[in-house]
């Protein structure tokens, strides 16, 4: 007991060192520090605050995605942190002021924490005291969650997977009732920070309790196992989904998250140090290095060394006919570690990039988790575990072993300093803006100026709208950072979206306000009221055509060094989609009359031939199925001149279901046997306008000739039985 006294207090002393040493500029003022001036990061912070100060229940969000809002849980707003701040406020205690500063420091103090739990995980496997602090903490400072600090606030506590693998130690030596209690208060509280944890918590569930019931550490037969099981992982599951379902109407989120296969981890990237000042060898020979930020998790020299000698010693066993897969003395560790392997390879995106995509269909919540390279994270603690358990051993031996064990121990060091040393400079941000409680600096002039009163919501433009999981619409210049900035001084809530599986249909009714209207803005009868919207306009000046339109139409009511503010009423809205649809409906009835001027428009094709009951004009439509190339259009074009500046346009139908958005176009352009133009890009890039279930894609170019070749193909592989019908393809000299 004495022992374990002085290793927790070494291991607090050692890893509070750390954070004075490296985040001392930080803890110097955490309530006016920002981790993130922009980005994830500072719309954490901006959704929490706004939380606390500006939403009326505990569950909804409605900083973003104005009229709508959406779920605390979807809009990153931290809500295990800032709910209970909220609770606490409404029951008299308020601490509202300081949940910057009490993020910030959940988030810090997390590296503690988890130094805490590795140095018991080493207790429990018979390592001196000692060491397992020193250990403890090298590992914690090596953490790839470390990186995550910059702006993944929610997947930056360190704590969660070196909590539950001691408590699950715990357990398997005691099967009580009150550890099962603790273990379902983490995996709640871990899930209710990320469903990430709770993937990760699968690994390691599914692991010891096959690992209980086949060494009959429980007896299948003893159904008090399921009980057990049940309040560990099955109630905090149903509990967090209530949380985040509570009060949510909304049934078309995607279930097809981009990134699958893009945001993976790589061999090279969890065993090998790149990037790193005694690597250099790789960058000489040429080894590829510029990897996804999020692949990284390199587990440390010194493991990757211990794990070399694993695969050595292992090779040794298989051929001795041994036990090649008994890792540790410990079984439950070694039924870990086989557990943090098996989610090592699903990082790497394995089985599916090897052919078994299709396993996706059958997987349902888990295609959710689209960033597969955070699954290597278990990998990280387990295989850290094991090599300084061996690392130990060695201490134990002769003086040259002894030499080897001290010299693992401060490279370990190292390397964790040299992850610290990357991310928290980046870490020390201030945000004037909000610093200026007395809006006294030029930004913050609109304070005096906006009354808050006289609008409804900030629609910022250039418009910004990511998270459908459809439609990327990323934030241009600086107008996320603005409006979050806006909408916190002035209580407003703002139109753009930087979210997590927003609804597909809301998607499309916000981004209407920023296409060319040929039918009646669908958002209008959504608005809780008639006031006028405050349009925040960047100064950048990168507004579509759309956009601008919206600004002309608009009174301008105050103008700083960043942005400009406008007054557009409501009514100015119905006058400008009623006047975009008259000139829409004019321009297709003389091309329907066979009246269209032909040294403007060089084609048109409505299909008629083909006839379905579908078609968006006339008799006819193209149609297909949607899973297969579809050649579209196959062209030679007259009447042009080289370098007149054309477009190609054409209505799709059924844009509202998930995944459409993202189905790929072939454009190909050539002058006589020579390809002069080439797109293969998805739909969501390309959408100009929207009415009733069509959307209408634009693909502008340049004639090359005065007798271009011009081909559109389509295809969307992953939505295989859904129709692809198409009509009004028209090509013409582009309008201004």
Known sequence: MEDLRRGVLLTLVLSFAVLFLFFMPLLKDLNHVYFAPSGDGLKSYASSVYHLYNDNTLFRSSIQNYPYGEMAFFADCQPMISIPVKMLSQAGIDVRPYLVGIINLSMLLSIVLAALFLFLIFTELKVSWWFASFAAVGISMLSPQIGRLGGHFSLSHLMWLPMLIWLLMKFDQKKSLLLSVLIGLTTF????????????????????WLYSLLSNSFNVKDYRWVL????QLILPLILVQILTGFNDTVIDRTTHPWGLFTYKANPATIFLPLHKPYAVFFKLIGLKENYEWEAFAFIGLVSFIGFMAGIVQMIKRIKQKQSWWKISDNRLITVFFWASVASLLLSFSIPFNLGLAFLLEYLGPIQQLRALARFSWLFFYLINILVFIGVFRLFQKGTMMKIIAVSALVFLFYDGYLNVKEYAPRLNNRIAELDDSSNSIPENAWV???????????LP????????ENVWLESKCDIMRQSLIVSLKSGLPSMGVALSRTSISQTYKSLELTCVPVSPYRIIPDLPNQKPFLLMVDLCNDLNLAEKNLVSHSSMVWQGPKFTFYSLPVAVLDSISNHGQQAFNNEMQSIYEGKMDTTQIFLFNGFDSNLTNDAFAGRGAFTGALGNWNRLLEQKLENGLPGDSCELLVWVKGYEKDLFARSIFEFVQKDGDAVVNYKYDQ?????????EDWMRIRIPFVLKSANDFVMLSVRNADLKKFPLIVDDLIIRKQQP
């Open 448 to 458: 005096s100026v906006i009354n808050p009163e006289n609008y409804q919501a900030v």
């Open 228 to 231: 057990h099981l049940f309040i």
């Open 461 to 468: 433009l250039p418009f910004f709208h990511v998270g459908s």
């Open 683 to 691: 739909f969501q890039h390309f959408y100009c306008a929207f009415k």
């Open 189 to 208: 509280l871990a899930a209710g920070m990320h469903m990430y944890f709770f993937a990760l918590f699968g690994f390691l569930f599914l692991a010891f």
